[in-house]
T-cell receptor, first 114, second 116 residues
Framework: AQKVTQAQTEISVVEKEDVTLDCVYE???????LFWYKQPPSGELVFLIR??????QNEISGRYSWNFQKSTSSFNFTITASQVVDSAVYFC???????????FGTGTRLKVLA | EPEVTQTPSHQVTQMGQEVILRCVPI?????FYWYRQILGQKVEFLVS????????KSEIFDDQFSVERPDGSNFTLKIRSTKLEDSAMYFC??????????????FGPGTRLTVL
């Protein structure tokens, strides 16, 4: 079975704080792909990052960084020096090879307070 | 930058009516998808479409739903007889191919469907 768990329903931080959003996934496949999407209040889904199962290298993009650990089946997302514009719902998603569909987690609502 | 577009942005309909949601995927993409998100809940896969046929569908995608690519640019989702529980945001997505950096699905802005 494939599953994505985002245990944090909602997180509130004060601007400039760092925040980590957790994502734990389950899949029996050895080849799979992980994604993070941002859903701002306007409702669209904005692609942030994609990771292959065979590439455990962590990635940094500006204030965003991602920590992929196969040993714990986690793909966590950290925002450094958060800003009010980071306020959104963040979804983690999984696609296993052999299927076309993405399995989304339930999302984490991040509120960054000024 | 190319993007997926969807029309209308908001559709209100009466229970039992048919609705057609429209999507224009990114022009060189080959794989097309519909997802839905009931308010405040997670995004759920409905159907994938490739080479003019359905490649995968979820349990949600029953006989009331159908998809079509009527021409070279549009991709539509039809709900034959809407129910109250069909009220949701419907997202269209597309991707170029499988594997590598082209595996990513790019989502449209969504159509909010309200069934009264």
């Amino acid at each position: 079975a494939q599953k994505v768990t985002q245990a944090q329903t909602e997180i509130s931080v004060v601007e400039k704080e760092d925040v980590t959003l957790d994502c734990v996934y389950e899949t029996r496949d050895t080849t799979y792909y992980l994604f993070w999407y941002k859903q701002p209040p306007s409702g669209e889904l904005v692609f942030l990052i994609r990771r292959n199962s065979f590439d455990e290298q962590n990635e940094i993009s500006g204030r965003y960084s991602w920590n992929f650990q196969k040993s714990t089946s986690s793909f966590n997302f950290t925002i450094t020096a958060s800003q009010v514009v980071d306020s959104a719902v963040y979804f983690c998603a999984l696609r296993s090879s052999g299927t076309y569909k993405y399995i989304f987690g339930t999302g984490t609502r991040l509120k960054v307070l000024a | 930058e190319p993007e997926v577009t969807q029309t209308p942005s908001h559709q209100v309909t009466q229970m039992g009516q048919e609705v057609i949601l429209r999507c224009v995927p990114i022009s060189n993409h080959l794989y097309f998808y519909w997802y839905r998100q009931i308010l405040g809940q997670k995004v759920e896969f409905l159907v994938s479409f490739y080479n003019n046929e359905i490649s995968e569908k979820s349990e949600i995608f029953d006989d009331q739903f159908s998809v079509e690519r009527p021409d070279g640019s549009n991709f539509t989702l039809k709900i034959r007889s809407t129910k109250l529980e069909d009220s949701a945001m419907y997202f269209c997505a597309s991707r170029f191919s499988s594997g590598g950096h082209t595996d990513t699905q790019y989502f449209g802005p969504g159509t909010r469907l309200t069934v009264l």
